[in-house]
């Protein structure tokens, strides 16, 4: 019974990873259109979301300052969820809704791009931050899920939403893996060259 269980998981993380092949390459290759006309104009990049969230943001961060499968210069990209000195502070002394909005306050600039992850697209920390993205003339690529949340209604003209066909949180992280590498794909081939 167990082994079984988990083939399904597999045989349902193929079908919502083919429909999502479906449904999002063109809104995927909008959102690194996005990030290339932000690094070539000297912006950079910030991520931000909770939990899986969070790696999956560090993950993308990672993959830009250092590699993705090729030797390239370091793009510049800041993970929003790594330092706990300032995540506890300011949830301490203001509110855990602002960990991140108060980060990009500080470091978000003009032409600079917010990577929003939130499988549901209601989580009120990322919220924030989109607002205070829009506040500092940011453009916003978002990665949600579900039926995109509350987060589907703050996209301004210009930010992309790349929204997982699916309603299990596990299958839409699995996805916006899948997304992240994608987007650093696109990325480097478009900057860099080569297949």
Known sequence: MNVQRIRQLFA??????MK?????PETIEAAGQVMIECLLNGGK????????SAG?????????????ERERPALPAVALTTDSSTLTSIA???HYNEIFSKQIRALGNEGDVLLAISTSGNSANVIQAMQAAHDRGMK?????GKNGGKMAALHAPGDVEVRVPAESTARIQEVHLLVIHA???FIDTQLFGGD
């Open 12 to 17: 349902d993380s193929i079908e919502t990873k």
């Open 20 to 24: 999502a092949a479906e449904e999002l």
């Open 45 to 52: 990049i910030l991520t931000c979301g909770n939990g899986g």
């Open 56 to 68: 999956d943001a560090q993950h993308f961060s990672s993959e830009l300052l250092n590699r993705f």
């Open 92 to 94: 301490n002394d203001y």
């Open 140 to 144: 916003i690529v978002s990665m949600t």
């Open 183 to 185: 987007l650093c794909d």
